[in-house]
């Protein structure tokens, strides 16, 4: 008896799709409605790629700008010990990007003088929570696959002392297809 | 790909699969005007990220995660946003009209599909995806993000809990 009811639940459950009707009229106004945008994008583009040698030259006086006055930032890290800049960047890392391709790789100077444990975690700055990524020890091993909690993808408390001070290698994929959308990739031992 | 190429393709993609992308988001919002906003977002974003799709067999499925993932950002969005969800309800009650004439749902099917309605989103999407849509488990896997036993085990339990929505009335099995 239940089996027989199951089986008509799913002919009838099968059926719904074909109960509901939608009107073609309406159908092909969102299709206009969805082109009309999508040339406009175009437009959008163009106007883009007009603005870019101009923005270029904002960006470029800028950076004049900021190489001229940075003497307050070349204080702080001649206080931190850091006078090159790059001594902190190999120690841990922090990078906001978006995924264009497959796949991208990160590097990353570990020191277990500095700390023995590491935390590796992911923030997917976008709604759809689709950016995972895999660490590699700097022999080629793989450490481990993140671990997803919300919009956030986590692989924490990394001991380093199994696999030695080095380049490690964080690898951001998209397991579903990339649909784009920014994240933020932090590195960081203690 | 040149952008009039790739234009042309996601226009087919939509003559292909709109009205199930539609009808897939309208079983999930139960609002007729949420699901058109949201199929047009959804049709905008495969337009966007169209170079990005790996493999062009799956387009059915990967067309489906997107609408997924649109569909829960905005149910996610309702629940915090107490302006959109009163003025979602003022829109419905406006819109009546032109609704009638949009979309359409068979009277002997009301039943059904206000039972379906009535169920958590999960357990409705599940049903649609692998009952009304005829998708794979694997498939329903790639688009949810679920892994297969939670596939299977909540398609299970959302069946029970749609049997046991229409025992409350008095739906008749043909």
Not at chain 1, 25 to 31: A, C, P, V, Y
Not at chain 1, 111 to 138: M, Q, R, T
Not at chain 2, 86 to 104: G, P, V
């Amino acid at each position: 008896m239940s089996n027989q009811h199951d089986h008509n639940l799913f002919k009838d459950v099968k059926n719904l799709d074909e109960s509901i009707s939608w009107d073609p009229k309406r159908q092909f106004e969102l299709r206009k409605r969805i082109e009309s945008e999508i040339s406009n994008k175009k437009r959008e583009r163009k106007l883009k790629y007009n603005l870019l040698p101009i923005t270029g030259l904002i960006g470029a006086i800028c950076i004049i700008i900021i190489l001229f006055s940075s003497s307050t930032l070349l204080e702080e890290s001649v206080e931190l010990g850091n006078t090159s800049g790059q001594q902190f960047a190999e120690a841990e890392l922090q990078v906001e990007d978006v995924l264009t391709e497959n796949n991208k790789t990160y590097t990353v100077n570990l020191d277990i003088e500095k700390g023995s444990e590491c935390n590796f975690w992911l923030n997917n700055l976008h709604n759809s929570y689709n950016y995972k990524y895999k660490v590699y020890a700097p022999d080629g091993t793989l450490i481990g696959k993140s671990e997803t909690a919300k919009s956030q993808e986590r692989l924490y408390a990394v001991d380093l002392s199994k696999y030695g001070s080095g380049v490690y290698t964080v690898k951001v994929y998209s397991p579903y297809g990339n649909i784009g959308g920014k994240y933020v990739l932090r590195v960081r031992n203690f | 790909m040149q952008r009039d190429e790739k234009k042309n393709e996601v226009l087919s993609l939509y003559d292909l699969y709109s009205r199930r992308v539609l009808k897939f988001i309208f079983t999930l919002t139960k609002d007729y005007h949420t699901a058109e906003d949201l199929t047009h977002e959804t049709f905008i974003r495969v337009y966007n990220s169209y170079g990005q799709l790996k493999n062009k067999e799956k387009v059915e499925s990967w067309i489906f995660r997107i609408a997924h993932n649109i569909t829960m950002d905005y149910m996610r969005r309702k629940k915090l946003n107490i302006f959109e969800h009163f003025s979602h309800q003022y829109r419905e009650k406006e819109a009546n009209n032109t609704l009638e004439s949009a979309i359409m749902i068979n009277e002997s099917f009301q039943e059904l599909y206000e039972a379906l309605g009535k169920l958590k989103p999960s357990y409705r999407e599940v049903v649609i995806l692998r009952k009304i849509e005829g998708m794979s488990t694997k498939e329903t896997c790639e688009i949810l993000g679920w892994s297969e036993s939670k596939v299977k085990s909540t398609l299970l339990r959302a069946l029970k809990a749609l049997q046991q929505e229409l025992s409350k009335g008095e739906w008749v099995y043909e």
